[in-house]
């Protein structure tokens, strides 16, 4: 038994061999085998069937008629019929499939099947339908295939990878009904021959690379119901003949590169329901008789060179459902006549020369869907019944029109619509709060208009919205709260208006940290260049403020952290209150005892002098002149500071010798940390020019700056006189800002921010001096927290006074926000009063949210200041002296943002 299954399985797969690779000896094979249940487990060989498909496929089975995909005629028992359709079959169509006599219809599509068509498949004289569509097979279609071709009604190898030309032997197909072979790559031109099918209703040649004419002879085709060569290269002028038939239903020549006019043909096209002619370079007007095709349901000129006016006639086109007359040259108003359309549902006739009133009032049709007017000339008033004359639109454009008037409240009927964009109009007035009757809104655009009042409530009532761009308008007001409960929200663009206040918080809105975007005002595109490079950092949601919503965001950001942070910040003055001294010169600030600072030995005579400046010529015994402390100018957390020179033309230096010694870095360490800050060089900085090292004693020698620091500028009594003006205070402020950016990009962190290290030059440009001397201490936490931190008070990020946080750049931009108030303000930024300390940064920020900005300004500024800007640097150096790290901005952005202050938009 077992033998002869074994015998029989041979036998078998022998006859599979013989009869696939020489086919002519099928005919002669036993018929008491059946070639079907043979063929299909020689096709099934070739394939791989990844989910097990084709199980039922047992080669032992006499008859196939039950297998998966498989379809016989009932009394012969023979194979009609093969859908495999959808199996995530791959592999090749095989030989075996030309073993099934009696298969009508093939159908593999939605597969994964590869290699070239099997040439012989149409030999079978029986089959009526190919259908290969939507798999990956490629080569060319084989010529001969068509040769004999039966029976064959339909042929589809849609969507596949097919090379190569229309076959000419097609044409000897004259069964074919159906031919589809788009999406391929096939190329060159096409076969004049293909009109001479008689049969033909549908020929589908689309998104290929086919060239050349379209040869004329359309016309013959007295049965074609749909013709789509869209989507190729075709050249030239539409065949004349093109509406040869008027059994024509379909015609889809869009998306090649034809030119010319509309052949009057095209009007004896009496059952035509789809003229396609989009994304040519056709010309000339839009013809009169374009009335007469009364079957039409869809006309698309759009994106050709059409001109002139829209004739009266297309009010007669009474099936008419979508116009689309988009990008071309058409001028004039739209024919009133358009309203006869009654089931019109798309208009698109955006881009155009169009003119007129707004065209909504002569639409008396509840069908329209679909409504874009955007960039045209249509102008008048903003339609006032809007609402209830298109009570079924979804999609609302007219952007780019010269519309005025406010926005109807009937707005709010358009209870179906998903977008509306009135860009780029004239419209005034507020915008109403009826629009939160438009439940299905997703998308708004009002940008560029000329509207007021404020943000309304309503739209936090739009809980589908995605998209909302407001900008460039003159709304006033703060942001309702309530817009974080908006969770769609993606898009949010309020810049360029006159908005001010707290952002909502939650929702979309906290996903504006960490990182604040600044959009420049006074760039006219919405994505500032500040803009482009940051969204990066906001996975995928955009949002975009003006400098006054900026500046709300840190403010809104305080509320949780800042309490517990500004209690720290009060114990740590409240414990250092009794030693602590007004800070004096360049590194203000009395020098505490440090425990482990031996006091600095003195010079001895192994000690080098490196200094950076090659060019300039030393005096004798320069070394020793350094160490003359001829005049002491201060005292820091790091050192003692002198002046001396060393240079022959008897140039100040200032040397800082420091202390704290014994924690200094070996020499090595020393020196390369050195080298790097001396590379330092900015208008705003104070380059350091050398060291001197030796084991017990390192000096740092600087430029000396003339101007003496910030600190003694603002808070010294007896220069009152000189009191800084506000143009004097921003110039310093901006100064700083970049001395700054330019260490961050260097990366370097200061990390020793305070008005004593800002020394102001004979210019009064700011000078920022003692940077980045934390890098020579290692044990940085032990010896400068414990008592130097004092010195700094006030400047020092919360976050480093918790010892937890490292140390970033984001310190330094907390220590610019307070050096930025202590300018505008006059003030310390720690105050000690009898029982109370006054921490600068919440004074300031309790007067701004009780909006009394400017009582806060220097009251030596007698009222002497552009208030606008005044507060709009207050606000910056709030948002820069936030309590949360990460919601201070970069100093390369602060820089930007002042820059946007001192020149406001001329507007
Ligand atoms: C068809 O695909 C299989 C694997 O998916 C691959 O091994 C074979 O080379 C492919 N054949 C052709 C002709 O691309
Ligand atoms: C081929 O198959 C596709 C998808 O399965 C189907 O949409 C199409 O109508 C079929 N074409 C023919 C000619 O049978
Ligand atoms: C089709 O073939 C191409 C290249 O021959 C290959 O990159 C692609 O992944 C294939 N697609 C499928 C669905 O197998
Ligand atoms: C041709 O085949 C593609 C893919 O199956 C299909 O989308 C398209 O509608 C077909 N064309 C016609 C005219 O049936
Ligand atoms: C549109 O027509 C005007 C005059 O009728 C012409 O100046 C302009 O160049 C045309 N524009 C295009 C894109 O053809
Ligand atoms: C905006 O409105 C104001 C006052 O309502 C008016 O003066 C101004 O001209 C308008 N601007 C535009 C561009 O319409
Ligand atoms: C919207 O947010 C507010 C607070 O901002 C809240 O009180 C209210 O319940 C929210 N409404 C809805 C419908 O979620
Ligand atoms: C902004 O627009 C004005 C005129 O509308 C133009 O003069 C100016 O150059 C534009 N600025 C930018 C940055 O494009």
Redesign the pocket.
Known sequence: MIIGDQWLLLLRLFIIIITTTVPQLAHSMDPAFNDDVLGLIAFKAGLIDPYSKLASWNQDDDSPCSWAGVRCDPWAHRVTELALDGLSL?GHVGHGLLRLQSLQILSLSNN?L?GTILPGLTSLGTLQVINLSSN?LTGAIPEEMFGHCGSLAAVSFAMN?LTGRIPGSLSTCQTLVAINFSMNRLSGEMPSEIWSLRGLQSIDLSENLLEGRIPEGIGNLYNAKTVNLSGNRFSGRIPEDVGGYFGLEKLDLSGNFLSGSLPESIRRLASVSSIRLRGNSLSGVFPYWIGELRSLESLDLSRNRFFGGIPESVGNLQQLKELNLSMNNFTGILPSSISNCIDLSVLDISHNGLTGDFPLRIFRNNNLEVLDVSSNAFSGEFPARIGTAMINLQYLNASGNAISGSIAESIGELRMIRVLDLSKNRLSGSIPTEIQRCSSLVYLVLSENNLTGTVPLALSKLFGLEYVDLSVNHLTGSLPKELANLTHLFYFNISNNNLEGELPVGGFFDTVHPKPIVLNPNSNSTRGSSSSSLSKNLHHKRIIFSISALIAIGAAASIAIGVIAITILNIHVRSSMSRADPPLAFSGGKEEDISCSPSPSEPKNNGKLVMFNRDANFMEGAANALLNKESEIGRGGFGIVYRSSIYEDGRPLAIKKLTCSGLMKSREDFEREVKTLGKIRHPNIIPLEGYYWEPSLQLLVYEHVSGGSLHRRIHDQITTSSCLTWPQRFKIIIGMAKGLAHLHQMKVVHYNLKSANILLDASGEARVGDFGLARLVPALDRCLLSSKIQSALGYVAPEFACRTVKITEKCDVYGFGVLVLEVVTGRRPVEYMEDDVAVLSEVVRSAVDEGRVEGCVDGRLEGCFPAEEVVSVVKLGLLCASPVPSSRPDMSEVVKVLEMIRRPPES
Do not use: A, I, M, Q
């Open positions: 791959s994964r590869n990956n990878g």
